[in-house]
């Protein structure tokens, strides 16, 4: 029974820090911060039409899943709206925000130790 109990803690204990992981009810996603501009939209400095920004939304997070480690794959998905993806713009967004963010997260989880 004392067993239990102790595993019981240790548990709890462990399951302590995740509860850092959730902010406003909301699961803040893992990310580097100075590049946190990528997972809300495009480039800063140019106008985007808002089938691009969420072509872009959508293709950050399938790129971000796609090459990362399984920390990251529990937050990001792969997402993209199949009737959406009929429209190039926002394929063009999905694409051009799979290509970057695939790459970028790719270089970021081989040099950063999690």
Same mark, same amino acid.
């Given at each position: 029974m004392r067993r239990v109990k102790i595993y019981i803690i240790i548990s709890g204990l462990m399951l302590l820090p995740a509860c850092e992981q959730w902010k406003g009810g909301v699961a803040a996603r893992p990310g580097p911060p100075w590049q946190a501009w990528m997972f809300d939209g495009p480039p800063p400095g140019r106008e985007y039409t808002p089938l691009y920004v969420q072509g872009w939304k959508d293709g950050c997070e399938s790129g971000t899943s796609a090459s990362s480690n399984q920390w990251y794959k529990m937050f990001y998905k792969f997402k993209q709206g199949a009737i959406l993806a009929q429209? /190039? @713009? $926002? $394929?063009?967004?999905?694409?051009?925000?799979?290509?970057y963010c695939q790459r970028y997260? $790719?270089? $970021?989880? /081989? /040099?950063? @130790?999690?």
């Open positions: 429209n /190039r @713009v $926002y $394929y063009k967004g999905w694409k051009d925000s799979f290509d997260i $790719y270089q $970021y989880t /081989r /040099r950063h @130790v999690l």
